[in-house]
């Protein structure tokens, strides 16, 4: 536009030069390539820079294209605009034209200073185009300065998008680690809550313990206060039991004392009641009725007296049958109802006597069929039980007792028989065709021994009736094979005790005999032959010898016949001077024993009129 417009008026003056001064086209081309200059200059040079304004930054396109606009295309083409320039152009053309189209031809004059006038103006016109030119030249300067400082500041820019990006990049990674922290928060959150649930739970748990250990607390001192006072107590029970241990002391001691009173004077009654005594038993009739029995009469009010009755009948007849009647006297009388269990309470103070440290020794004497057996073994049943097991219950629960006051007992059982002078062991247990024989020994302490004889600890009532069952049965063997040899054969059982008080440093010692004596009774010698007749023989001789010993001792006889049967030679020390006897006569009812009964009881009372020389304990 600007160059149209400049060159629409250039061939105006153009064509005129061509007519007129080859010189003006010289002079007017320098100024026509100016303007093309200056005119292509702006847009090649405005085009980039406005290229170069950045899209987002519209503010600063703006400031350029306005600045530029005056001193651009626009200053050429509207050159003449100016109020400084457009008047002299204009006067000097309108002077040339009305000049020239004025002037005729012969004034050359007037066109010479025509030509001035438009040189002139050409020269003010190039003037003003190199101040123009000048001018633009700055605004190029300023524009690349401008430039500049824009490509700087786009630098820049790019600088910091590269940092905002970077930054950007940062900023996502923040916000996943922010969605993390958050899923992580979110987590925490539950836990959190999770936790507080816990700890509320936990906390109504602590409650709870604080009021329990409160309780536990308020029991503790209530506890601990029962415990002082238990303490105090203790203490107070403390000196009460030395106190009493004091008194228990004392006590024992006169106790002891009591004790050692108590045998004497047990066996000073015992010494008053006679140291050898005889026990009279009738049997039961075993069939028919009690009633029946007239020729054994029991005084209703004395224990002590029996009458055998016999009535005579007259052997010529004419007179009236004679009743013979027979007193006896003993130590006591038990009738046929007597049980098992009276019968022993008078045999317990002997038993008694045996554990104080005396001799004490019982036989039964009678016919066979009497009851001996019965009355010294009894039967199975503790109500049955005779002799034997009564006065061993006693003698373990006495020791027991004794224990108390330092007393330890110990105990030695053996049971023997003897049958034709001969002794065999009932405690036996070897091969029947390996008994050994066996021989009484007096031991140099006058103790009596019996060889290869069984002798048997026993610690409890169990073990002795363990015993005499052994015994029953080697006896019953006997009994088959020998035709009721038990009848006639003696069986004497003996418990030697031995007492030690270790407190007060008493020893006691005795044997405890219970003999179960072979049958009495005489057997006509027209009757008797043989082994029968030997047999006989040798239990009339020991029972006999039996009398004849007790006798002597009554008698206080220098030589007492003991070796005259193996029974009072076994025997001896159970009969001598510091013993106790006890003899039960045993009487059957039937009148056929009336015989047999009367000569048991004679032989009975000879022995009960003995008296035997006092006893004394064999202490040490
Ligand atoms: P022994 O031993 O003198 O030959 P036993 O003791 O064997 O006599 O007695 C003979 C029988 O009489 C046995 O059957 C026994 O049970 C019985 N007997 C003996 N004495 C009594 C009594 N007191 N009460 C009841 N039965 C008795
Ligand atoms: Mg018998």
Same mark, same amino acid.
């Given at each position: 536009m600007n160059k149209e417009n400049t060159s629409s008026r250039l061939p105006v003056m153009s064509g005129k030069r061509a007519h007129t001064n080859s010189s003006d086209g010289e002079q007017q081309q320098p100024a026509q390539k100016k303007m093309r200059r200056v005119d292509a200059e702006p847009a090649q040079k405005f085009r980039p820079a406005a290229s170069v304004v950045p899209p987002r930054r519209p503010a600063a396109v703006k400031a350029p294209v306005k600045a530029l606009r005056p001193t651009g295309a626009a200053t050429v083409a509207v050159a003449p605009a100016r109020g400084d320039q457009k008047k002299p152009v204009a006067a000097v053309a309108k002077a040339a034209g009305l000049g020239a189209s004025r002037r005729p031809g012969w004034d050359l004059k007037g066109k010479v200073s025509d030509m001035e006038a438009k040189v002139q103006n050409y020269q003010s016109k190039i003037k003003s185009v190199n101040l123009e030119n000048d001018h633009l030249k700055d605004s190029i300067t300023k524009a690349q300065k401008h430039k500049t400082e824009i490509e700087d500041e786009n630098k820049g820019l790019k600088k910091r998008i590269g940092e905002c990006e970077e930054e950007l990049e940062k900023l996502a990674t923040v916000k996943d680690d922010l969605a993390q922290t958050s899923t992580e928060r979110d987590g925490l959150k539950k836990d959190l809550s999770n936790l507080s649930e816990e700890h509320k739970v936990l906390e109504g748990l602590r409650d709870h313990l604080e009021s329990e250990l409160r309780n536990i607390q308020t029991q503790l001192a209530i506890q601990t206060s029962t415990l002082r006072q238990c303490q105090d107590s203790l203490k107070e029970s403390q000196e009460l039991v030395r106190n009493l241990e004091e008194t228990v002391a004392r006590q024992r001691e006169e106790l002891h004392i009591g004790e050692m009173e108590r045998r004497k004077l047990h066996n000073t009654i015992q010494e008053l009641k006679g140291n050898i005594r005889v026990f009279c038993r009738v049997r039961p009739l075993l069939t028919g009725n009690q009633s029946d029995v007239l020729h054994i009469q029991l005084p209703?009010?004395?224990?002590k007296a029996l009458t055998l009755a016999k009535t005579e009948e007259s052997h010529t007849g004419r007179t009236a049958d004679t009743q013979k009647s027979y007193n006896f006297s003993f130590d006591r009388v038990f009738g046929p109802r007597s049980s098992q269990r009276e019968v022993f309470e008078e045999i317990s103070l002997l038993v008694q006597s045996a554990l104080d440290g005396y001799n004490v020794c019982c036989f039964a004497y009678g016919q066979t069929g009497s009851g001996k057996t019965f009355t010294m073994e009894g039967g199975d049943v503790e109500d049955m039980w005779g002799v034997i097991p009564r006065a061993v219950q006693q003698i373990f629960k006495s020791a027991k007792a004794l224990q108390e006051q330092g007393w330890e007992y110990s105990f030695t059982a053996s049971f023997v028989e003897i049958y034709n002078e001969t002794l065999r062991d009932l405690l036996y247990t070897g091969k029947p065709n390996k008994r050994p024989e066996h021989e009484i020994r007096k031991l140099s302490n006058n103790e009596i021994t019996v060889t290869n004889l069984t002798y048997q600890q026993v610690n409890n009532e169990d073990e002795v009736h363990n015993l005499i069952m052994l015994a029953n049965q080697n006896r019953s063997t006997a009994r088959t094979g020998m035709n009721d040899h038990s009848s006639r054969s003696h069986s004497v059982f003996q418990l030697d005790i031995e007492g030690q008080n270790s407190d007060r440093d008493t020893k006691c010692k005795s044997v405890l005999c219970l003999v179960d004596l072979a049958g009495s009774e005489r057997v006509q010698k027209s009757q008797s032959q043989g082994e029968r007749f030997k047999e006989m023989t040798s239990i009339n001789s020991s029972l006999t010898n039996l009398g004849i010993v007790i006798a002597a001792l009554a008698n206080k006889e220098s030589f007492i016949p003991y070796r005259n049967s193996k029974l009072t030679y076994l025997l001896q020390n159970c009969l001598g001077g510091n013993s106790k006897t006890l003899m039960f006569v045993n009487i059957a009812p %039937? %009148? %056929?024993?009336f015989s047999e009964s009367l000569n048991s009881l004679r032989f009975a009372s000879k022995v009960n009129d003995c008296v035997i020389g006092t006893a004394s304990a064999n202490r040490k």
């Open positions: 209703a009010h004395d224990n %039937e %009148e %056929e024993s």
